[in-house]
Nanobody, 120 residues
Framework: QVQVVESGGGLVQPGGSLKLSCAASGSIFSINAMGWYRHDPGEQRELVATMTNGGSINYADSVKGRFTTSRDIALRTVYLQMNSLKPEDTAVYYC??????????????WGQGTQVTVSS
């Protein structure tokens, strides 16, 4: 069994910062890629950032220069540091791991989502 657990969301004022964490645990054989998405009701789900197993990172244009994703390989944890937050960053943020589990197929595993609200 595999679990993906997120933490770190909350309410922050415009211009503030938040750091999200996302940890994968369980019977994991390999992790191929990690990603962050966000979804605001009434809008389409948006890709925020992705990171390959080799460390190559891509960001959405809307967050470039403000958001940074990183990882701790040993802890199987990925982070999203969000700075200079804007009201339009308000959304539920989801992390995902593209990974293969022992005695199972490669698939995408998603966290439960964490709410980020940027408001004064």
């Amino acid at each position: 069994q595999v679990q993906v657990v997120e933490s770190g969301g909350g309410l922050v004022q415009p211009g503030g910062s938040l750091k999200l964490s996302c940890a994968a645990s369980g019977s994991i054989f390999s992790i191929n890629a990690m990603g962050w998405y966000r979804h605001d009701p009434g809008e389409q789900r948006e890709l925020v950032a992705t990171m390959t197993n080799g460390g190559s990172i891509n960001y959405a244009d809307s967050v470039k220069g403000r958001f940074t994703t990183s990882r701790d390989i040993a802890l199987r944890t990925v982070y999203l540091q969000m700075n200079s937050l804007k009201p339009e960053d308000t959304a539920v943020y989801y992390c995902t791991f593209d990974m293969k589990v022992h005695f199972g197929a490669r698939s995408d595993y998603w966290g439960q989502g964490t709410q980020v609200t940027v408001s004064s």
